[in-house]
């Protein structure tokens, strides 16, 4: 259950309390009850991979000290930490992040499963954090390291933003986000009406101090992210019945978004993808409790174009961080940074909302793509562990966290996303019940005074059974997946066939009175297909149902990969070998129509072998030997492997050609990655937080697609070189800012003046200085970049520390 969808139904006083000046209580009325989520309370899974991955969150979760988590907060309050705090992120800027979401997570889980120690534990944190409340003073809790002066001149309308810092702290709205919603999930999942004031008293603090900003001052500090604070300040709202936090979560919407969306103009490429999605549920929450279409219109429009053209098989988006142009998804083979799982998890917040509001099959389709195929995918079987980036690229591999040593976001997203597995898989509207997912579990009924169990083996089988306990007058509404052809769905009352009608939803109605012991079959055909990387080119992924199928590499033979990420600020990147495409094994056929090849491995279900199907480049004559020994399965079950999800496809007469184009376009980038020791993506979030990014008057932004970072005073980067290897500085710029002047210094000593020039014959061009290696200072660089008197220091395009 979505936060607060219980509460959805209010009292009409309430309705006009929330809505815009001028407009009426019929503004905001639907024309039927809106349709609710279950209370994740009411939800009980069964045996199945979801149960599974749930078991094992929480045996993540209770590795995880609370009082490490709380140290920050203690910290910053003035108050002694009973422990360190984790490193990794939470002591680097970020502190007090991980905090958030763990509050969120136990709360989760304890409505999932009712665990007595998680109960204790979320009970525990929410006294702790509020202590540091009363002690603050002022309502504020958090653990941004010097956090209170940031926030004290912010109040005087004092700051600099760009765009992932304020006043210099790293994402403040950000982390201060995840806070606010575990406040307000102990609350509402757990129980724990302390977190609720708590959350109020954090909410006025807010109030306070963003009350003398213009709307100027705000708009320039929401460049930063911010997470979903528009969001969550609707909640708080719905849940005081108070305006003046809707106001305020309205002054937390950047209309500079929401306003092309709801235009219906896409323009987000080159923008970092989950600073996005947040603000966008935000939207939706907004438009729904005051009945502004404009604002429901761009979350329905983002949601529909992120998942048309900027979607992949997986269920996942975006590279390295940041959408790409959707006519070409290349980035996405070739760089190892794919899809961030955080995305995805907020995707699914955004899919649920706006199926609450147009229950079409469509939007639970997509929830379960991505539940099965990349959120199921990103823990580590048995021993936990998360993933922040699953490669596309062919041959390419994962890293999981550790539980004391990854503290990325993907972490603290993901001990929640494993937590709340029940809170989709049924929905109701009156009595109506719907069965949105195909997922063993139970549900209780309170309303209507019944039960219904969900069980069987899908999508291990292709059938699914539910039984109801109790008698009861309502419709059973099942979604008719996209993935099951017209007509092959069939459906059997007590054994009886039924016919299978749907209506403009996609959902068979079956209105009857139900009796005890009643069962319903539900036989779901699957079939194998392809599906092509949504730019069109030359990849495809093959999915089985709803499952993408994927196969386990070795590349490189018996190479020793650590697939545990280390604590250091690149650990959640798997920064292994990188195997050249035309390695990759292809799919080789005089046609696409070549999946009847595959064969299932009996047995083995959802596994398959494909005989003359597979080719691998060096083996046997010309073309190769096709690979006989390639098994398909599911993604989501496989691990600790290289792995292949997108296959490039030739027929046997082209292939050589292919090959060869395929290693003559990568040539050069590879021979250029083997030559890179450290390397910088200016004005990218990650990247630059990762190299310790500091500056004065710096400002990015984006041109042509490409992100750059300039100031007016200058800013820095700490580059590393353990081995002192390093010997050349390649800078990349742009002939449009010609006439600038800075300074470039290394470890402090002045290594270039600069004037950039319009003479290069590109529009974006490199240059190349030598490093002195008497400059080293422990294997570091610090580059720094100074502008002179009326001039700016860059544009910088780029950076990277060579051999």
């Known amino acids: 259950m979505l936060p607060f969808s219980r509460h959805l139904v209010r009292t009409v006083w309430l309705l006009v309390a929330l809505l815009p000046a001028g407009s009426s209580v019929a503004a905001a009325s639907t024309p039927s009850a809106p349709l609710q989520l279950f209370p994740l309370a009411d939800v009980r899974l069964g045996a199945s991979p979801f149960l599974d991955a749930q078991r094992t969150d929480l045996r993540y979760i209770l590795e995880m000290e609370p009082d490490r988590l709380l140290a920050p907060f203690l910290r910053e309050a003035g108050l002694p930490p009973k422990q360190a705090s984790y490193g990794n992120w939470e002591s680097s800027g970020l502190d007090g992040h991980l905090g958030g979401h763990y509050l969120s997570a136990l709360a989760l889980m304890y409505a999932s499963t009712g665990d007595a120690e998680v109960l204790r534990r979320m009970n525990y944190f929410v006294a702790e954090l509020k202590r540091c409340q009363q002690q603050n003073g002022n309502g504020y809790i958090g653990g941004i390291p010097d956090g209170s002066a940031a926030w004290q001149a912010i109040a005087r309308g004092e700051l600099h933003a760009d765009n992932f810092s304020v006043n210099g702290k790293w994402v403040p709205w950000y982390n201060l986000h995840k806070l606010y919603a575990g406040l307000r999930d102990a609350y509402q999942y757990g129980g724990n009406a302390d977190a609720r004031d708590m959350l109020v008293a954090m909410a006025d603090w807010a109030l306070v101090l963003t009350s003398h ?35 305020l979560a309205i ?84 760089e190892v940074e794919g899809p961030e799982t955080c995305n995805t998890y907020n995707m699914l917040k955004l899919t649920a909302l706006l199926f609450q509001r147009d229950s079409r099959a469509s939007y639970a389709d997509y929830y379960e793509r991505a539940l099965y195929n990349h959120i199921l995918s990103s823990q580590r079987p048995d021993t936990g562990g998360f993933v922040y980036f699953t490669p596309m690229r062919p041959n390419h591999y994962r890293v999981y966290s550790q539980v004391d040593k990854g503290m ?61 306990a109790g008698n009861a007058s309502f419709t059973l509404k099942i979604r008719y997946p996209a993935w099951v052809a017209a007509g092959a769905m069939k459906v059997r009352v007590n054994g009886q066939l039924v016919k299978v009608q749907t209506g403009s939803d996609h959902y068979l109605s079956l209105r009857r009175q139900w009796r005890d012991g009643d069962q319903v079959e539900v036989q779901l055909p699957m079939t194998t297909r392809l599906e092509q990387m949504p730019d069109q080119s030359n990849y495809y992924a093959l999915l089985h149902g709803p499952v993408v199928l994927a196969a386990k590499t070795r590349p490189f033979g018996d190479e020793k990969l650590n697939f545990l990420a280390d604590e250091s600020r690149m650990g959640h990147v798997a920064q292994g070998p990188v195997c050249p495409l035309e390695a990759s094994p292809m799919l080789v056929s005089d046609s696409k129509d070549f999946l009847q090849r595959l064969r299932p491995v009996p047995g083995q279900p959802l596994t398959f072998s494909a005989t003359g199907l597979v080719q691998q480049p060096g083996q046997g004559q010309g073309s190769g030997a096709r690979d006989s020994s390639v098994t398909f399965i599911p993604f989501y079950r496989l691990h600790d492997s290289r792995y292949v999800i997108y296959w490039p496809y030739s027929t046997p007469a082209n292939l050589d050609a292919l090959r060869q184009k395929t290693a003559q376009s990568e040539a050069a980038r590879l021979a250029l990655d083997a030559r890179t020791i450290d390397q910088v993506a200016p004005g990218e979030q990650q990247p630059e937080s990762d190299h310790g990014f500091r500056g004065e008057g710096a400002d990015a932004g984006l041109n042509q697609g490409r992100h750059w970072r300039h100031a007016s005073g200058w800013f820095s980067y700490q580059l590393n070189d353990v081995k002192r290897e390093a010997r050349v500085l390649r800078l ?27 003479s290069a014959a590109e529009e974006f061009y490199t240059v190349d200085y030598a490093l002195p290696a008497d400059l080293l200072n422990d294997g570091k660089w610090e580059v720094r970049f100074e502008a002179r008197a009326g001039s700016m220091a860059g544009g910088l395009y780029g950076l990277r520390l060579l051999r």
Request: glycine share 10%.
């Open 213 to 247: 900003l213009s709307e100027e001052q705000m708009q320039a500090m929401l460049r930063s992210e911010h997470g979903g604070m528009n969001e969550v300040l609707a909640d708080v709202a719905q849940m005081t019945g108070q305006r003046k936090y809707l106001d």
């Open 251 to 334: 002054r937390f919407s950047q209309p500079g978004l929401m306003q092309p969306l709801a235009q219906g103009q896409d323009q987000l490429t080159g923008m970092h993808a989950n600073t996005q999605i947040p603000k966008v549920i935000g939207y939706q929450r907004i438009g729904s409790m005051t009945g502004r279409a404009e604002w429901q219109q761009a979350a329905q429009f983002f949601w529909q174009t992120v998942h048309d053209h900027r979607t992949v098989a997986i269920g996942g988006n975006s590279v390295k961080e940041h959408f790409h142009d959707v006519q070409g998804f290349s980035p996405m083979i070739n």
């Open 732 to 758: 990349t710029y742009a002939r449009g800012d010609a006439g600038r002047r800075f300074d470039i210094r290394i470890n402090g000593h002045l290594l270039a003046e600069v004037t950039l020039t319009a």
């Open 408 to 468: 990325w976001c993907c972490v603290g997203s993901g001990i929640e996303s494993h937590a709340k597995y029940g809170e989709f898989i049924y929905a109701h509207r009156g009595d109506e019940l719907y069965v949105n997912l195909f997922i063993p579990s139970t549900l209780n009924w309170r309303e209507r005074g019944i039960s219904v169990t969900q069980y069987g083996r899908f999508p291990e089988e292709d059938r699914s059974m539910l039984r109801i």
